[in-house]
């Protein structure tokens, strides 16, 4: 991307006779599949790039109703710019609605934005992990509906990045089955020091091999801090301190850290019983 012109959304919608709400939409939507290339790392930067987003969260950011939402999509759709349609996860057998699949045009190209055959066949979201997790739109609009409308402006948008530059993986994810990390290969993570000497690579990896590296992380250290039933919760804490990383937070950083002054603490303290509940409360605390 630093070594291309960024598209700009004016450039691809010049000429097009669109309304104020569907132009805000796709400015909207343009801007998520920018942030999403960045941190994909694409290059040359491609026509069309396709997201998986929720609508809700996408019409709470531009200030419509779903139902006005889809009145504007169809107008975005005539104009050639946009393709899109929800999409299912298979759960227990039953097909339940994930999201939506957003085809956005980039550049000002003479192509049509479409989805695919495989764009319907990929696994976006381990979404049988995100229900048991509660990380649903459900779940999180309702979180959401404790905070300041500033703030929760704020948050609408940082989930909505956040969701669309994970794919295949859960925002509170189970990266990978749950024998990763058990498994006696040469890349198996031992121990807390490991897992915080290999956190950097988090960020540094190949997107390909990301939640593989998590997976490894995440059931090291439940492992090592003999919590085995909450692989889970520690593979989310690390793909959120790498959302807040490549977001400008220091994510990894602060947790690297975390985890050091836990490893002093259950030197010191050897009453300690949930060093993964102290864990959890730290983290917590930063933002309380």
């Known amino acids: 991307m630093s070594q291309l012109p960024i598209p700009l959304v004016e450039d691809v919608l010049a000429g097009l006779q669109l309304s104020s709400g ?150 509170n994810p189970v990266a990978c089955s749950s024998d990763i990390g058990a498994t006696d290969d040469l890349d198996v993570v031992q121990g807390v020091t490991d897992v915080v000497r290999r956190l950097d690579e988090v960020a540094q ?3 390909s091999h990301r939640a593989g590296l998590v997976g490894r992380l995440g059931s090291a250290l439940s492992k090592a801090l003999g919590d085995r039933q909450s692989r889970r919760f520690y593979c989310g804490l690390i793909w959120q301190s790498w959302r807040e990383e490549i977001e400008g937070h220091g994510g990894l950083q602060v947790l690297k850290a975390l985890l050091e002054r836990l490893q002093v603490d259950r030197r010191e303290w050897l009453e300690l019983r949930s060093p993964g509940a102290l864990l959890a409360a730290r983290w917590n605390a930063r933002t309380a």
């Open 22 to 171: 569907a132009r805000r939409t796709f400015e909207a939507l343009h801007d998520l599949a920018l942030h999403a290339l960045a941190v994909r790392g694409h290059s040359p930067c491609p026509n069309t790039l396709t997201l998986h987003l929720p609508q809700q969260l996408l019409a709470e950011q531009v200030g419509y109703t779903t139902r006005h939402l889809r009145r504007l999509l169809t107008e975005l759709v005539t104009a050639g710019v946009l393709d899109w349609g929800a999409h299912a996860s298979k759960v227990r057998g039953m097909s339940l609605w994930d999201g939506c699949l957003w085809a956005v045009k980039l550049r000002p190209a003479q192509v049509v934005p479409q989805l695919r055959r495989e764009d319907w066949l990929y696994d976006w979201r381990d979404f049988e992990g995100d229900m048991a997790a509660g990380r649903t739109v459900k779940g999180i609009k309702a979180e959401m509906s404790q905070l300041h409308p500033d703030e929760r402006k704020k948050a609408v948008i940082d989930t909505l990045k956040a969701w669309a530059v994970i794919p295949g993986t859960p925002l």
């Open 205 to 207: 990896v190949h997107p």
